[in-house]
Nanobody, 117 residues
Framework: QMQLAESGGGLVRTGDSLRLSCAASGRTFSRYLMGWFRQAPGKERVLIAT????????EYADSVKGRFSISGDNAKNTVYLQMNSLKPEDTAVYYC??????????WGHGTQVTVSS
């Protein structure tokens, strides 16, 4: 089993930056495709960034491309989401997840990010 725990959320202003952390335990995150999702109030959870540690490749949703950056630290077994130039529409609960055998099988409990205008 793998456990994931997000942290780093908070209340910030438009234009500010935040770095979210996703600490993995039980298994090494680099074995999985890691994703960051977010769910805004009244909306579905959407995938915004992925990290493939084996290939080093990253992908981003259009809504965050150029502002957010996903990375991982193998020594700390932690995945990060650096969020810059935050906007009110980035307000959501942010989740990290690990993909195994074609589906995201492991999830954290989420961390709230609120961006005030």
């Amino acid at each position: 089993q793998m456990q994931l725990a997000e942290s780093g959320g908070g209340l910030v202003r438009t234009g500010d930056s935040l770095r979210l952390s996703c600490a993995a335990s039980g298994r090494t995150f680099s074995r999985y495709l890691m994703g960051w999702f977010r769910q805004a109030p009244g909306k579905e959870r959407v995938l915004i960034a992925t990290l493939n540690s084996l290939s080093g490749s990253t992908e981003y949703a259009d809504s965050v491309k150029g502002r957010f950056s996903i990375s991982g630290d193998n020594a700390k077994n932690t995945v990060y989401l650096q969020m810059n130039s935050l906007k009110p529409e980035d307000t959501a609960v942010y989740y990290c997840a690990a993909r195994e055998r074609g589906q995201y099988s492991y999830w954290g409990h989420g961390t709230q990010v609120t961006v005030s205008s």
